[in-house]
C-alpha cells in the first residue's frame, strides 16, 4: 500500500501536475491505494485548496466533502537506478463526481487549454514545446507553419495516460504562445522566396535561427526539456546548436525522409533539405549522426554520407524494408544501428520518415518509410539503453485538407508522436 495521494485539480477538471496558483480550487485527497490496483472504486475527499496546510491531516480539514473516485496506479518501468517507489506509479482518475462536476482526466480538454489539456504554466512544466510556424524554403507543398496550431488542437484529444511511457502530463508541459513576429517573418519570407529574392529569404532565415537558439537557450538555463515544434525542418537548426553547446558530444537520431544533406537547396542558406548538413558544417560538437528512413537522396548527398568518416551513419529505408520483409531481427538491428551513438542524444524528427499514410500533408511525401510500431521500436530501444534524450523537436506535420473545425490526421498522429517523444526523453531524463 502507498501513502495518501493527493491529485490537484484543474479548472477542466483535468488533473494537475502539481498545484498551480489561480487555477486550483479544490484538490482531492485519495487514501491509500493498492500498488495495481487498477480502477479500483475508492472514497476520497475533496478539500478546498486554501484549506491545505503542510503536514496537516487532510481528512479533517472543514469544508472538506466526501466524494467517490475510481483511481488507481500503474506500474512504469523506469530502470533498476530509479529512486522510490512514488516515481514508478503513475496516478490514473476516472468517474469522479463532484456535485454535479465531472471530474474525468479522459474527458475531453476546454477549447482554450494548452497544449494535451493542460493547465501547466511556463514556471511549474518540467517540458517547454517552442512552435516555429516556419515553412517559406518549403521546396514542393508548403503548409507546415499551420502544424503548430493543428498539432495543439489535436493534442487536446490525446489520452494521458500513454501505456509505454507513463504519465508525462505530471512533469507539466506548456507549449509557448505562437509568436506573431515568427508568422511575420514566415510571411515576408514566402513572398520574397516567391519573387526569386533568395537574398532576402537567407537573411530572414539568419534572424529565425538566431531567435530559436535564444528561446531554446532559455528554457535550457531554466532546467527545462526544450522541444521545438516546426514548422518545416529548417526551424531546427538552432534548436541543435543551443543543446549542442550545453551537451557538448551529444549525438543526433534523425528520422527522414531525406537525407537533409543537400548544400544550400534552391540557393536557401537555411533550407529544410540542408539541414543536416548546416548541422554537420557548422556545429562542430556533434560527432555521430544516425539517421533512419532515408529514401530519398541525391548524389551529393550520398558523398557527403560515404565521406563523412562514419560521423553519419545511415540505414536506408530499403535496408531497413529488407529485414523487415525477409524476417530478420529487426530489434538487433536497431540496437546495432544506435549503438554509435553516444551517452546524450537529441532526436530530431521529420514526421516523413514515417510511411506517408501517417502523414499524407507533409511537404515532400516520399512512399515507403516507418510505421508507427517500427518508430515506436527505435525510440523505446534508444530509452532502453540507458541513453539521455535530451532534447527533440518534430517538424514537417502539415494539416493539408483539413477543415477549419476539424482535427486533420497529420496533426492527429504529430500530437501523439510529439507525446510520445516528450515521454520517452522525461523518462530517460528521470533514471540517470
Ligand atoms: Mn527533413
Not at 497544449?115 to 521546396?139: N, R, Y
Not at 473545425?405 to 510520445?420: F, N, P, Q, T
Request: glycine content about 12%; charged content about 20%.
Amino acid at each position: 500500500m502507498l501513502d495518501t495521494w493527493v491529485a490537484y485539480i484543474g479548472e477542466h477538471g483535468r488533473p494537475l501536475s502539481q498545484p498551480q496558483e489561480g487555477l486550483l480550487n479544490h484538490v482531492l485527497v485519495l487514501p491509500p491505494l493498492p500498488h495495481e490496483g487498477a480502477g479500483v472504486l475508492q472514497e476520497a475527499r475533496l478539500v478546498p485548496a486554501d484549506q491545505i496546510l503542510e503536514g496537516s491531516d487532510l481528512t479533517g480539514v472543514p469544508g472538506s466533502q466526501k466524494v467517490s473516485v475510481r483511481a488507481g496506479f500503474h506500474r512504469l518501468d523506469y530502470g533498476p537506478s530509479t529512486p522510490g517507489p512514488r516515481q514508478l506509479l503513475g496516478l490514473f482518475l476516472s468517474d469522479v463526481m463532484i456535485g454535479d462536476m465531472e471530474i474525468d482526466p479522459n474527458a475531453p480538454a476546454g477549447p482554450e487549454s494548452g497544449i494535451f489539456g493542460l493547465e501547466s504554466t511556463p514556471k511549474d512544466a518540467a517540458v517547454i514545446v517552442l512552435p516555429v510556424p516556419f515553412d517559406a524554403t518549403a521546396s514542393y507543398r508548403r503548409g507546415a507553419a499551420e502544424g503548430p496550431e493543428a498539432v495543439l488542437r489535436a493534442s487536446r484529444q490525446v489520452d494521458l495516460l500513454d501505456l509505454v511511457t507513463g504519465s508525462p502530463w505530471r512533469d507539466g508541459i506548456w507549449m509557448a504562445p505562437i509568436d506573431p513576429v515568427v508568422e511575420a517573418w514566415n510571411g515576408r519570407a514566402r513572398a520574397a522566396a516567391d519573387r526569386g529574392a533568395v537574398a532576402e529569404v537567407n537573411g530572414l532565415g539568419d534572424e529565425l535561427n538566431a531567435w530559436v537558439e535564444e528561446r531554446t537557450e532559455q528554457a535550457l538555463a531554466d532546467g527545462k526539456l526544450a522541444i521545438t515544434l516546426g514548422g518545416d525542418h529548417s526551424v531546427s537548426f538552432g534548436a541543435i546548436r543551443a543543446h549542442a553547446r550545453r551537451h557538448p558530444g551529444m549525438g543526433l537520431l534523425h528520422f527522414d525522409a531525406h537525407a537533409d544533406l543537400r548544400v544550400a537547396y534552391e540557393g536557401y542558406t537555411w533550407s529544410h533539405a540542408s539541414i543536416l548538413h548546416n548541422v554537420i558544417d557548422l556545429i562542430e560538437e556533434i560527432p555521430t549522426v544516425v539517421q533512419v528512413g532515408v529514401r530519398d537522396l541525391c548524389d551529393q548527398e550520398l558523398e557527403a554520407i560515404e565521406g563523412s568518416g562514419q560521423r553519419i551513419r545511415t540505414l536506408f529505408d530499403h535496408e531497413w524494408a529488407e529485414a523487415r520483409l525477409t524476417g530478420g531481427d529487426l530489434t538487433g538491428l536497431v540496437e546495432r544501428t544506435l549503438a554509435p551513438l553516444p551517452q546524450e542524444v537529441y532526436v530530431t524528427f521529420d514526421i516523413d520518415g514515417l510511411d506517408p499514410t501517417l502523414c499524407p500533408g507533409t511537404g515532400t511525401p516520399v512512399p515507403g518509410g516507418l510505421s508507427w510500431h517500427e518508430a515506436m521500436l527505435w525510440l523505446s530501444a534508444l530509452a532502453r539503453s540507458g541513453r539521455r534524450i535530451v532534447g527533440a523537436d518534430l517538424t514537417e506535420v502539415a494539416p493539408r485538407g483539413a477543415g477549419p473545425e476539424e482535427d486533420s490526421w497529420d496533426a492527429i498522429v504529430g500530437a501523439r508522436l510529439l507525446y510520445r517523444l516528450i515521454g520517452y526523453a522525461l523518462q530517460t531524463g528521470r533514471s540517470v
